[in-house]
């Protein structure tokens, strides 16, 4: 017989006692050993890990490979976003097998097993923040319509962020050291841009880099 066992048996025996006494002393000292038993049994008995089942779902989901969403049509008014992705016969679809998460700068809606497959609209950054806890989505006959919510109301160009505009006026460089001040605008145009600006400005930087070794 295991130790818990042993324990759990000396338990019994010390409660069944203690229900037959009436002296307060000998109750008090009998559950003094009552607390110690099952303090003991606490230690010893294996304890479960339980996860919540939202937590093992998203566990699930995050394991899954996904197809992204490209096509989509979307729509703007005030402070409103519309995005629409034509799903066929997507309003019979399972509602549990859709799920919709919402950030201040970010969307990510995804799709379990739609015809086989597992699809994903995902925008990593929004133009512009959100009011995130007043997005939602709808589920049509034939499409998902994502409702965003901006918290500024000023137009949108596209539904992506696209990096932030630097002034490039060259009436705005430095005169007595025009160079450096170049540098400098480069420099945050770089820091400011997208991969592509990125790439492009490495690139112009690399070449000039070389030039000024022939000379």
């Given at each position: 017989m295991s130790e818990l066992e042993e324990?759990?048996?000396d338990l019994a025996e010390v409660q069944q006692v203690l229900s037959t006494l009436k002296r307060q002393t000998n109750i008090d000292h009998l559950n003094n050993r009552v607390k110690f038993l099952e303090n003991s049994i606490k230690i010893l008995t294996p304890q479960k890990v339980e996860q919540p089942e939202q937590q093992q779902q998203q566990k699930d989901q995050d394991t899954l490979i996904y197809q992204g969403i490209t096509k989509y049509a979307w729509?703007?008014?005030?402070?409103?976003?519309?995005?629409?992705?034509?799903?066929?016969?997507?309003?019979?679809?399972p509602k549990e097998n859709i799920t919709s998460f919402f950030a201040p700068n970010s969307v990510d809606v995804k799709i379990k097993?739609?015809?086989?497959?597992?699809?994903?609209?995902?925008?990593k950054k929004t133009f512009d923040e959100l009011k995130n806890k007043e997005c939602s989505i709808k589920v049509t006959n034939n499409s998902i319509v994502v409702n965003l919510v901006k918290k500024d109301p000023q137009n949108w160009d596209q539904l992506n962020y696209k990096g932030k505009i630097i002034d490039t006026d060259p009436?705005?460089?430095?005169?007595?050291?025009?160079?450096?001040?170049?540098?400098t605008m480069m420099k945050e145009m770089y820091q400011n841009g997208d991969e592509n600006m990125k790439r492009t400005i490495a690139q112009a930087w690399s070449k000039s880099q070389e030039e000024q070794g022939m000379k």
């Open positions: 324990l759990k048996l729509d703007q008014e005030g402070n409103k976003v519309k995005v629409f992705l034509n799903l066929e016969g997507i309003g019979q679809f097993g739609y015809k086989g497959l597992n699809h994903r609209f995902s925008i009436s705005k460089l430095d005169q007595s050291d025009p160079q450096a001040s170049l540098m």
